[in-house]
């Protein structure tokens, strides 16, 4: 099938432009589905996470990403035949709150009983690759999905890599680290304060 070949085409070469070094400290994650939550500084980042992933995760793993920018041409082509990413329209015209919780509703629908997902809590790019505040978007994940499993992610230099306003990538290098998994439980406070990327481990 092409979208497989595109697929392992495409890490290859995501790997090989931003020179990213992969530290996975997450151990033997074992059967479920889990989310991988990260930093967000460049559009390169779901690219490259996703492509770090050993090559069974990848299979089962959806990237989320926004709609009006991977929605039109080839970056659809890619988003939903390639990556089989879930597409989510930060544009609606219904209240914040409502589009919230039908942004999750999709999420949940996407991931079925065995696809995991990857997530970007802050909802937007950092400018100045400071982590900023998460988004509910996760937490409500969390308890739509009672024990799913929330695997932080660090992404390192890629605001670099591909600066913002920039198309082309930079030749330098990155690092992606996997860092140990928590199980998300109902009633939990939020994952901001205990999975944030660099909180308790460190990149």
């Known amino acids: 099938m092409i979208e497989r070949w595109l697929a392992s085409a495409i890490a290859w070469l995501a790997r090989l ?8 400290r997450a151990g033997d994650l074992g059967p479920g589905q889990r989310v991988f939550i990260a930093n967000h500084s460049s559009h390169a980042d779901f690219v490259v996470l996703w492509s770090s992933l050993p090559r069974e995760l990848r299979r089962s793993t959806r990237p989320v990403a926004a709609r009006d920018y991977w929605g039109r041409g080839l970056a659809r082509y890619l988003a939903e035949r390639v990556f089989r990413a879930v597409l989510i329209d930060r544009r609606r015209s219904c209240p914040a709150a409502a589009g919230a919780r039908t942004a999750v509703e999709e999420m949940v629908g996407a991931m079925g009983a065995t696809d995991s997902l990857v997530l970007f809590p802050e909802g937007t790019r950092s400018l100045d690759g400071r982590l ?25 230099n890629l605001n670099r890599v591909l600066p913002r306003g920039e198309v082309l990538p930079v030749p330098l290098l990155g690092r992606v680290v996997f860092g140990p998994p928590s199980s998300s439980r109902r009633g939990s ?3 901001a304060s205990w999975i944030a990327p660099g909180g308790r481990w460190r990149a």
Do not use: H, M
């Open 189 to 191: 406070r939020r994952p």
């Open 132 to 156: 900023g505040e998460f988004r509910p978007g996760l937490y409500r994940l969390c308890l739509a999905k009672p024990g799913l499993q929330v695997v932080p992610v660090r992404l390192v």
């Open 17 to 24: 432009v931003t020179g990213a070094t992969v530290e996975w």
